[in-house]
């Protein structure tokens, strides 16, 4: 069983910057395609980032991409965002998940193909 563990959310102004981690088990980041997704109240959890296991592609929402940063650590399991020139709209709460996709060479960027999830990690941007 893959168990995720995100830390790193917080309450920043905008502009500001915020490093989320996943510590996943033993092998998963090495061995599964990575992903975060967030959601805001009353929306859908939405496609945030991605990076392949196999290979470091990296997929980003339009919305975030050039200010965030998604990046693993095989050696400690750990998969990170970093988020940087945040904006109110970026409020949410992020989740960390994993693929179990034997390629790995392109993460998905679809929420149903992910196959375990985080319990999430609220980021709150003001204005």
């Known amino acids: 069983q893959v168990q995720l563990v995100e830390s790193g959310g917080g309450l920043v102004q905008a502009g500001g910057s915020l490093r989320l981690s996943c510590a996943a088990s033993?092998?998963?980041?090495?061995?599964?395609?990575m992903g975060w997704f967030r959601q805001a109240p009353g929306k859908e959890r939405e496609f945030v980032a991605a990076?392949?296991?196999?290979?470091?592609?990296?997929y980003y929402a339009d919305s975030v991409k050039g200010r965030f940063t998604i990046s693993r650590d095989n050696p400690k399991n750990t998969v990170y965002l970093q988020m940087n020139s945040l904006k109110p709209e970026d409020t949410a709460v992020y989740y960390c998940?994993?693929?179990?996709?034997?390629?790995?060479?392109?993460?998905?960027?679809?929420?149903?193909?992910?196959?375990?999830w985080g319990q999430g990690t609220q980021v709150t941007v003001s204005s």
């Open positions: 033993a092998r998963t980041v090495s061995s599964y395609n």
């Open positions: 998940a994993a693929d179990d996709d034997s390629s790995g060479w392109a993460p998905t960027t679809r929420r149903d193909e992910y196959d375990y």
């Open positions: 990076i392949a296991w196999r290979v470091r592609t990296t």
